[in-house]
RNA sequence: GGGCUUGUAGCUCAGUUGGUUAGAGCACUGUGCUGAUAACGCAGGGGUCACAGGUUCGAAUCCUGUCAAGCCCA
């Protein structure tokens, strides 16, 4: 016996009951006990920070990341799944500055750094309680309880052996970053805040002459909009592949040069007339010298040469952009690539320093046009206006940003832009085009990684530094032991946060003075990076698990992953190991509102996760975020969008499941395995549940969770409208013969498959069928459907032309009931005679097979084939455009037109005969053949007939006596139906009927007698009137009227 | 400014190497069916395949450009 089961089903009721059996029985513990020495599947955990509540997005993330190690359990592996907090980072002390009331550093360095830093340490959590809740929830199985935390000592000391390891190859160095810096408030500015600035400004224009060094009266003609940066000119950048030009033209009588863009020359000389001498490629130009227009600076390396660089347009000014490597990112990024030297002329207040003489102390952006006069007196300045365009301000002061060179620690991934490249085409990406595109394209422009921040929370960067200007001897610290060692006391009790770590100091070993920690600390995506390392303390403990969970099988994160998570991951391992550290990555899009708007706070259209899991639970809520869009796309979501998945799917399964336990019940069939079937409806269903099984396993091994979600829905669609809909009569039959154990093994084995394959999908909903279909019959069964066994693809049972042959029939069936409509013959009167035409012999045979079934869905005494005559129906012939556009080309349409010409009922007789049909175009002969043209089937009118393609059906509509009467009997049958149900009646119980109806629908209640008595669970039909203790019914149809009375027997 | 992605019915999505009249589900309307069903069947209305060019006998599909939205970078 089954649990009986109630076809209301209460979702969140059956949940909760789940997750306390799951809870009870430990089933997640024993996923990993019971998988001991298997192999193992690797999951990483991106850690999330919990120091803000989870949201929808969450929830889409730790649904994908669940799915895999699920299925893959059920395959037999191992999964060890180790959760992580990521704690460290500026949010964190944001919130922190907020609750003090904060809003700058030096706030914070005199309320005291230790105590700024425990508060942010305690904060980190604040959401914990959240996380696990809605982690649990949603079944999310996670170990949390020996989750990784990124602020623990030992993480730290592996991410210090991780940089020391960088240190040693020399990918470690200290260099210049260009940030927008406000020189007001005397701080850099994070992108954020440079983005609420935006104005449109008015700024000087300037195209300046730059002497070439050894032509005189020969001028590279430069523009740029920020003169104050030309004292700190170092370079001149030209596009490699653009033209350029030397024009010649008189200047206050002397000829000059000037070289320049060709495709700018009309818009910079503005129609002056001017003399083109030369034209060649930007690449001729690189090496080029200049004279400096300044030399206020002392030159470390060369410079003042013309560079090459692709991001120099041809849009504005004259191609030949002015290089200031201090002031510009670009131009910073080609000094690196270039070896020129940094010239600093501004100080941190954004004046200029001493140095530069005519201007010292001078504001630099009012230094413009003090700077234009100076080079128009030299006769430098070709040209100087104003220019309007958009430039951030500071959204505090309203000072025009600058952006300036600070001192920055970087770590050295362009060096190893190639082997991160290289890996990366090994790594399956989810969806394929992250790849070459967005990752793929980020990797070929990468950067050296900036990692160090000038703030308090965070993993301090372990470099050491000498006091002393002239020796500034560097170390890095790998481990705590080490940095024992050199401080000469035992420091394994150290917080190594800041402050602690920051007084920690040594004498020199090159002079002797002081080593003091560099303030700086480091980026934390290097933290989340470093997970695979840090999360076992490796290399300093737990070499063993470390080598067995690296690299991972599987990471899973949104799209804005690419340069946080994904790549961190990715520089790191490669850097160190010259290895990926995931093979298999799906990258999930973005989640928007249900009017497609991004959730924000300020629109006020978050949706809270747990408005949704409490309406409709969370595998309906999972459900919805794998089957509504492919995972790299963004998708809309409301809470509506996920009720649909109940109504649509889970119910429908879940009456099925309800219609199998309330049958199996009465009936306890014996066996429940299948064999091989002898019913076509069996044969067919388990070969479709095979395809199925097929299709859902190969989709899991591709990480394909469209095509592993949306053909469960499918088939359970097909199950529940044909499969039980067309054998629903076979689970009634009062024997216990071999079809009716076949349609009970049949349905079980479907409804169990089906539960597993949606074990990794809808985790709650597949237990509790295994439960009640499996463990209640076999206690020696895996004790959950997430310890069970992935279902085996039985290829012996797939039979694809079976599966067309039914199809064919359920097209036919369509039809059949169309052609009812247009006849407006409803379907509860019987007719003599359904004829179909079909496309082939095969399905011709397969609609004589089904005929019973047929017969049945559309209620008619006979079903045959159309005779080719076409006693219904008409043809014409339709030229196939695929197979002859192909074959012939550009004499397609005048073919195509030759073959409507033709007489339509003999081009069909031909083909439909298998010959080939000849048209005469322009005194050509050319062979359709059969399959380069459809022959399409049409109801002749006044026939009750539907067509589609080359199907049709045609029903014989007229009545006689005997279907009517029959048809009055199915009417009785459905009033006496509606009377049980309405009288509470169970689907098994018996029951007297007293009938007093008008003479016709007497007499064919007297000639169905047994039909009726049979259909409604009648003992006794007898044509009294109703007793007092009956429920009675009265009324009339077909012109006829009736009362009826039913009362329940014990017989 | 650059890179990547997306744009198909009111909504959510399919649409294969270019090829028949661009499909499905939801919603809406009509109708039928029903002792598993919260369902289901049949039919109907609803489309400038974002827009404009181009290639081709033929374009939702390929190419170019434009527009809109999103993400990342500058």
Known sequence: MFKPVNSKLNVTEMED?????????????????????????????????????????????????????????????????????????????????KKLGFNNKQQIEEYGVAKFNEMCKDSVFTYIKDWEKLTDRIAFWVDLETAYVTYTNDYIESVWWILKNFWEKDLLFKGYKIVPYCPRCGTPLSSHEVSLGYEDTSDPSVFVRFPLADSPDTYFLVWTTTPWTLPSNVAIAAHPDVDYVTVERKNEGVTEKLILAKSLVEKVFRGEEVKIMDSFKGKKLKGAKYSPLYTFLPLEKSAHYVVLGDFVTVEDGTGLVHQSPAYGADDMEMAKQNDLPVLLTVQPDGTFIPEITPWRGVFVKDADPLIIQELQARGLMFRAEQYTHSYPFCWRCHTPLLYYARESWFVRTSEKREELTRLNKTINWVPEHIKDGRFGRWLENNVDWALSRERYWGTPLPVWECANDSCKHRECVGSVAELSEKAGRDLSELDLHRPYVDEISWKCEKCGDEMNRVKDLIDVWFDSGSMPYAQWHYPFENQEQFKAQYPADYICEAVDQTRGWFYSLHAISTLLNDQVSFKNVICLGLILDGEGRKMSKSAGNIVNPWDVLDAHGADAFRWYLYTATPPGQERRFSSDLVGEVIRSFTLTLWNVYSFFVTYANLDNPQALTVTAPANDLDRWLLSELNVLVRDVTKAYDEYDVTNATRPIEKFVETLSTWYVRRSRRRFWKNDSGSDKQSAYSTLYTALVTVAKLLAPAMPFLAEELYQNLVRSADETAPESIHLAAWPQVMDEFIDESLNREMAAVMKLVSLGHA????????????????????GNPAERAALLKNADIVQDELNVKRVRLLDAAGEAVSHTVKPLPKQLGQKYGNQFPAIQKAIFALDAEAAAATLLSGKPLEVQVGGETFQILSDEAEVKTHAKEGFAVAEDGAYVAALVTALTPELIAEGLAREFVRRVQDLRKSADLDVADRIELFVEASANLKAALEAHADYVQAETLTTRLSFEAPPADASVVEDAFEGEKVKVGLRKTNK
Do not use: C
């Open 819 to 838: 052609a009812r409509q247009k006849a407006n013959r409803k379907v509860r009167q019987p007719l003599a005679e359904a004829a179909f035409s079909v």
């Open 17 to 97: 009951a789940v997750l306390k059996m799951w809870k009870k029985r430990e089933i997640f513990k024993k996923t990993l006990d019971q998988r001991e020495g298997a192999p193992e599947y690797v999951f990483y955990e991106g850690p999330p920070t919990a120091n803000g509540r989870p949201g929808v997005h969450h929830v889409l993330a730790r649904a994908f990341k669940d799915m895999f190690p699920r299925y893959k359990i059920m395959r037999g592996y191992r999964v060890s799944r180790r959760g992580g907090w990521d704690t460290h980072g500026l949010p964190v002390e944001i919130e922190v500055e």
